[in-house]
């Protein structure tokens, strides 16, 4: 069993993975749209290794005994008006992922939780 505070942040955090393959294929489907396919596909393969990071989380909790509890993922609400748009939307984003995974490393740290410290920087 994990810390319920370090459970929570990583089943949350699940939600956020999805949520980011969510917006990666809705970049896709814009560079899709304006027939940059390549830029396109390389953003459907993002979104799949997100969808891997929820997996990988899901499994996490699973192995440590803890129930996973998906919610509702976001609808993607940006808007692009350039295929710089989503590029910078896209670091942005990531950015902000980065912060997450932090918060789930520093609550780790502070239960000296050392196999989820290892895990989530992985
Ligand atoms: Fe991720």
Not at 75 to 84: G, L, T, V
């Amino acid at each position: 069993m994990l810390n319920s505070r370090v459970r929570d942040l990583i089943n949350t955090q699940i939600n956020k993975e999805f949520y980011s393959a969510y917006l990666y294929l809705d970049f896709a489907n814009y560079f899709y749209d304006e027939g940059l396919d390549g830029f396109a596909h390389w953003y459907d393969i993002q979104a799949q290794e997100e969808r891997d990071h929820a997996m990988l989380m899901r499994t996490y909790l699973q192995n440590n005994g803890e129930r996973v509890v998906f919610e509702a993922v976001d609808k993607p609400d940006k808007s692009y008006s350039s295929p710089e748009d989503p590029l910078h939307e896209g670091l942005k984003h990531e950015q902000y992922v980065t912060s997450l995974i932090n918060t789930i490393y520093k609550a780790a740290q502070d239960v000296n939780d050392f196999p989820t410290m290892k895990s989530i920087k992985e």
